[in-house]
């Protein structure tokens, strides 16, 4: 497959993990509870899923300014998403993202690409290049 070439957000480490593709919006203050890395609003279609480790694929942001925090601590604690793909770049949930590395911890990359895409990635074992691009390399859960 030819891979798909995303915008670099912010710089990272090339990685390899399984996609997961949120189909609503997402709040990560009340949202995503930052000890268990799993999306805690009952009222989202993803509800229970592990955010850990996960290329996560985010067709949206509910904004509130504790975004950042939230995801600083999922960094700090060895519980964030291997990557964050965004439809639309979110300067607040990326300030999360600086912040833990200027503090020297390892920050997943960030980039954006358009939602379009979003649903055929789901559940795919992905690799992201440090230069944005994103290739399947291995099939469904």
């Given amino acids: 497959m030819i891979g798909l070439q995303a915008e670099v957000l912010l710089a990272g480490a090339p990685?390899?993990?399984?996609?997961?593709?949120?189909?609503?919006?997402?709040?990560?203050?009340?949202?995503?509870?930052?000890q268990t890395a799993l999306v805690a609003d009952a009222r989202h279609p993803e509800f229970g899923q592990d955010i850990s480790g996960r290329i996560l694929l985010v067709p949206e942001t509910?904004?509130?300014?504790?975004?950042?925090?939230?995801?600083?601590?999922?960094?700090?604690?060895?519980?964030?998403p291997a990557a964050i793909v965004l439809h639309q770049p979110d300067a607040i949930l990326l300030l999360g993202l600086i912040v833990a590395k200027e503090m020297g911890w390892d920050a997943p990359i960030a980039l954006r690409l358009d939602r379009d895409g979003f649903a055929a990635l789901d559940g795919k074992e992905l690799e992201i290049t440090k230069e944005g691009v994103i290739k399947v390399t291995g099939h469904d859960e």
């Fill in 62 to 80: 509910v904004g509130s300014s504790s975004a950042a925090a939230i995801l600083l601590e999922l960094v700090h604690t060895g519980r964030a």
């Fill in 15 to 34: 990685i390899r993990a399984r996609a997961l593709a949120l189909t609503a919006p997402i709040s990560f203050w009340g949202g995503v509870d930052p």
